[in-house]
């Protein structure tokens, strides 16, 4: 049985039945709870408060996708921090690790399979990770 970690851009997708991808999102949500165990960590946590007026509305939409919570292991932020070096290095211009570098080594370090509709920094980072991304704009 395959584990998943859910991105952000996923969660506000299938929450917002006028977003251009929320077909998709809402899809493969459903089909990775259905017989998964699915995760958020404390990045994408953070990130989901930028979209909420408060911790129960987060709550509530963590109920009603069926997620779970997940602790950020210190191996996860050794690897987001070496993924920012490379990054750094090819040209980034960006000053810390950014949180999809927390994501994707959290991802492949639990040997979770990562569900996004942005894989490019993933893919870039992270070329092992599994991945589930669609292959173009809705």
Known sequence: MRSYLIDTNVIIDA??????????????????????????????????AGYADSESQIASILSDMLLERADLPW????????????????????????????IGAHAQVAGLTLLTRDARRYRSYFPELRLIAPDSMP
Do not use: C, H
């Not at 039945?17 to 999102?25: E, F, H, R, T, V």
């Open 15 to 48: 929450a917002d039945p006028d977003s251009p991808w929320y077909a998709w999102s809402a899809a493969q949500l459903i089909s990775a709870s259905n017989d998964s165990a699915v995760f958020i960590n404390p990045i994408i946590y953070a990130e989901l």
């Open 75 to 102: 191996e996860a932020a050794f690897r987001a921090g070496r993924a920012f070096v490379a990054y750094r290095r090819a040209g980034g211009t960006k000053t810390a690790p950014m949180p999809d570098f927390y």
